[in-house]
């Protein structure tokens, strides 16, 4: 049995934030080792999203996606579950963009530099690059003092 599909204002259209794939696909990689992969399936089949553990996305999905799955796994399972599966995706997503979208000399670079120097380079790349984590909405960054 599919779940329940998202309603029409949630569907893909000319205005609708856009999220990179990852924010689906990492939680999708997480979630088993913390809940199971029925219960994974059950909660992606919920949202009416199962077709994304079958086929995972491999462009830009709509933030409503995005939004409604993580607000059922905050619904679904205890805090810290729900905590601990996403801080997961969190990592995978990190190891995502270094393997594939920081370039090795640029991490190089980085691993020479004082931590506060590298994290400032890294929070302006962030600034300048990070849309596709951020759909409709706004990031911030900073580094404390």
């Known amino acids: 049995m ?63 996606e995005v939004r409604a799955l993580h607000q059922a796994l905050r619904q679904a399972f205890a805090s810290d579950v729900a905590l601990a599966a996403a801080r997961e995706a969190g990592r995978l997503t990190a190891a995502y963009l270094l393997a594939n979208r920081i370039p090795h000399p640029v991490q190089r670079l980085l691993r020479m530099l004082p931590p506060r120097w590298a994290a400032r380079v890294l929070l302006a790349t962030m600034r300048r690059h990070g849309w596709p984590f951020a759909g409709s909405g706004r990031g911030a960054t900073g580094v404390p003092r």
């Open 2 to 64: 599919s779940g329940a599909a998202l309603p029409a204002a949630g569907r893909i259209g000319p205005n609708a934030g856009r999220i990179g794939p990852t924010a689906l696909t990492r939680l999708a990689a997480a979630l088993p080792r913390h809940v199971g992969a029925a219960a994974t399936h059950a909660l992606f089949d919920s949202v009416g999203l199962a077709h994304h553990l079958v086929a995972p996305p491999e462009h830009m999905v709509d933030e409503a």
